[in-house]
Nanobody, 124 residues
């Protein structure tokens, strides 16, 4: 049974930072592109960042570039999202997802497995 479990969300003031973690089980983690998406109330789920199998390639949405950093530890089956300089527009439920392909995809339909999400709320 595949499980992706996100942790690390919470309530922060603008300008603060958070680190999200996602632990995967039931998959050969090193063979999956891992992505982070987010969904704000009333909005569609949007791509935030993704990282290749080895961690050598990363992609970011323009809205988070320079503030967020994705990384992974294949020995711990964990992907991280370090978020700096948070602003209220970052408020959303953040989801991690796994994609068993070589290339990094930005559309959520490309991803096979999803976690249940962790809430990030940034107050002004």
């Amino acid at each position: 049974q595949v499980q992706l479990v996100e942790t690390g969300g919470g309530l922060m003031q603008a300008g603060g930072s958070l680190r999200l973690s996602c632990v995967a089980s039931g998959i050969t983690f090193r063979n999956y592109v891992m992505g982070w998406f987010r969904q704000a109330p009333g909005k569609e789920r949007e791509f935030v960042s993704a990282i290749s199998w080895s961690g050598g390639r990363t992609e970011y949405a323009d809205s988070v570039k320079g503030r967020f950093t994705i990384s992974r530890d294949n020995l711990k089956n964990t992907v991280y999202l370090q978020m700096l300089s948070l602003n209220p527009e970052d408020t959303a439920v953040y989801y991690c997802a796994a994609d068993r392909t070589i290339s990094i995809a930005v559309h959520p339909t490309a991803y096979e497995y999803w976690g249940q999400g962790t809430q990030v709320t940034v107050s002004s």
